[in-house]
């Protein structure tokens, strides 16, 4: 079992950063990939970036490409979501999440993963 606690959430003003951290239970962190979604009010969850395991690639949502970073840090067992040039339009909840070692796939779709966050409130003012 993992568990994944959200932190770095609040609130910036457009064109401001934020940099959200997930830290993770678990000794075999290094081997699960780990995603960042969001959820703005009334829209489904969606993807924003995710890591492979042990670093290996990164892939990131067409909307934050360029703007945002995703890195981990594997002996803190942390996985991190660098937020440059925010929008109001990045107004969400972000989760973090983990998907098994065991489990093989593009991880951009949210059925992908079996380890969830309790979700940090970015909040972009205009």
């Known amino acids: 079992q993992v568990s994944l606690v959200e932190s770095g959430g609040g609130l910036v003003q457009a064109g401001g950063s934020l940099r959200l951290s997930c830290a993770a239970s678990?000794?075999?962190?290094?081997?699960?990939?780990m995603g960042w979604f969001r959820q703005a009010p009334g829209k489904e969850r969606e993807f924003v970036a995710v890591?492979?395991?042990?670093?290996?690639?990164?892939v990131y949502a067409d909307s934050v490409k360029g703007r945002f970073t995703i890195w981990r840090d594997n002996a803190k067992n942390t996985v991190y979501l660098q937020m440059n040039s925010l929008a109001p339009e990045d107004t969400a909840v972000y989760y973090c999440?983990?998907?098994?070692?065991?489990?093989?796939?593009?991880?951009?779709?949210?059925?992908?993963?079996?380890?969830w966050g309790q979700g940090t409130q970015v909040t972009v003012s205009s």
């Open positions: 999440a983990g998907a098994h070692p065991g489990r093989v796939g593009e991880f951009i779709t949210a059925d992908e993963y079996d380890y």
């Open positions: 678990g000794r075999t962190f290094s081997s699960y990939a």
């Open positions: 890591i492979r395991w042990r670093g290996s690639s990164t």
